[in-house]
């Protein structure tokens, strides 16, 4: 398994932005995608942002389209969110995932990822 980090939650106004960081830590494997999964309390993880390595193809959930922005830097093994126009209910944990095969596309689902980073919190005021 590939050891993530996450940096960039935090607490933030409606209508603000933030922008969060995954990189490996130590090993690295091949990459085929890495994505954004997020969860509220009490509810399940769902899918957010999903981008492929080479071709940099990137998906995302209904949710957030039009708002969100993944992004990739292949020469540091980092995947970005940029997320923008922020509401109330994008409040949750945010958790960066690798994957070294073909995920369900386009909309992957948490078991298409081994790896997985330990979180970071977003929290958006009304």
């Known amino acids: 398994q590939v050891q993530l980090v996450e940096s960039g939650g935090g607490l933030v106004q409606a209508g603000g932005s933030l922008r969060l960081s995954c990189a490996p830590s130590?090993?690295?494997?091949?990459?085929?995608?890495m994505g954004w999964f997020r969860q509220a309390p009490g509810k399940e993880r769902e899918f957010v942002a999903v981008?492929?390595?080479?071709?940099?193809?990137?998906y995302y959930a209904d949710s957030v389209k039009g708002r969100f922005t993944i992004s990739r830097d292949n020469a540091k093994n980092t995947v970005y969110l940029r997320m923008n126009s922020l509401k109330p209910e994008d409040t949750a944990v945010y958790y960066c995932?690798?994957?070294?095969?073909?995920?369900?596309?386009?909309?992957?689902?948490?078991?298409?990822?081994?790896?997985w980073g330990q979180g970071t919190q977003v929290t958006v005021s009304s």
């Open positions: 995932a690798h994957t070294q095969y073909i995920p369900r596309l386009p909309t992957p689902i948490a078991p298409d990822f081994r790896s």
């Open positions: 130590g090993r690295t494997f091949s990459t085929y995608a």
């Open positions: 981008i492929t390595w080479s071709g940099g193809n990137t």
